[in-house]
């Protein structure tokens, strides 16, 4: 009896270590999702990352991409990732209100000279502290990801404020955006992204505001009759994980994911700066939309509409983060 008893304990003991082992060895699966086109700064960084964990994780780590809304769009992933049905997104930094009010410091119109402004800021202290604003709600902050700075692209040509009273426009979801098209006498529309050429397309909407690759890759400048080059906002994207996610990976795990991450936002970063160029060249080259080009008293009239929203906000967001990103100009 005493020797069945034993036989039967060592088999269960053998089961239960090789369940324990096939737990472990099955590999780590991050479910990467995004609404841009795999062409896209974002796609590029997306699938670098995918490449770069493969490389070096194959085996304990597996990357899978979801692009253009395939899994969730921008407004879902963060429930999504909460509920672990996705592992890292990387929404525009206007999706975040709900999360942190600090975050739509981003938003602001003119608040960045340009691209080296933006990075020097993201870098930066406050830039950082930001990463981890949200922690508390459950989600952690892995880096910023470029797109560009934001252009108006409208059915009529925008020279003045003046110019865009009455027009349609869609936005993110973003009260600072709302609030910055309500300074010009516009009506802002919160609407997903996989609807905007649509929109454009069937005149439900006037314009909208994007970079230049979303405005390429998405094909708006095949429906918008002009486009004027204001560099008055800035798309980036936050690159976010859920707190459980990231803090339950093992140690040795979550260095190495992290490395790859930082690497591929990176090369992110450079795609994002070359295409930005590059894409809008093949605008101008389509001859399909005119770019307007604002003289210095022209864009000194979009700085003065526009920089009262600025105080509107500056409670919520903090004047201190306000006065960091301004500095960094």
């Not at 194959?58 to 909460?82: I, R």
């Not at 709600?137 to 910023?144: C, N, P, Q, R």
């Not at 399909?288 to 600025?310: C, F, Y």
């Amino acid at each position: 009896m005493f020797k069945k008893v034993s036989t039967i304990l060592a088999v269960t003991a053998v089961s239960t270590m090789l369940a324990v082992g096939s737990a472990f060895a099955a590999p780590i699966t991050i479910k990467f999702s995004h609404v841009v086109a795999e062409n896209t700064p974002k796609g590029q960084m997306a699938n670098k990352f995918k490449d770069l964990v493969a490389e070096r994780l194959g085996g304990k780590v597996v990357v899978e991409v979801f692009p253009n809304s395939q899994l969730f769009g921008d407004n879902k992933v963060l429930e999504a990732m909460l509920l672990g049905d996705v592992q890292i997104g990387a929404p525009s930094l206007s999706k975040f209100s709900r999360y942190t009010k600090s975050l739509q410091l981003f938003d602001l119109p003119f608040l960045f000279k340009d691209m080296v402004a933006v990075e020097k800021f993201q870098k930066g202290p406050k830039g950082q502290e930001m990463l981890m604003s949200m922690e508390k709600k459950g989600i952690i902050g892995l880096g910023y990801l470029h797109n560009g700075l934001k252009q108006l692209s409208a059915s009529k040509p925008l020279k003045v404020p003046a110019d865009a009273d009455g027009l349609k426009f869609r936005i993110q979801a973003s009260d600072v955006l709302a609030a910055q098209f309500v300074a010009l006498g516009a009506v802002p529309l919160k609407k997903p992204f996989s609807e905007v050429f649509t929109l454009l397309q069937t005149k439900a909407i006037d314009g909208q505001e994007n970079t230049w690759s979303n405005i390429y890759s998405k094909k708006f400048f095949e429906v918008q009759d002009y486009i004027t080059e204001s560099n008055h906002g800035l798309i980036d994207y936050l690159i976010v994980t859920s707190t459980e996610f990231w803090k339950g990976l093992p140690d040795d795990i979550r260095v190495e994911v992290k490395k790859a991450l930082d690497e591929a936002l990176e090369f992110g970063n450079k795609v994002a700066a070359e295409k930005a160029t590059e894409d809008r060249q093949k605008i101008v080259d389509s001859k399909r939309s005119e770019i307007i080009t604002l003289s210095d008293a022209e864009r000194a009239q979009w700085v003065e509409a526009m920089k009262p929203v600025w105080g509107e906000f500056e409670e919520e967001i903090g004047k201190d983060l306000i006065d960091a990103a301004f500095a960094s100009n």
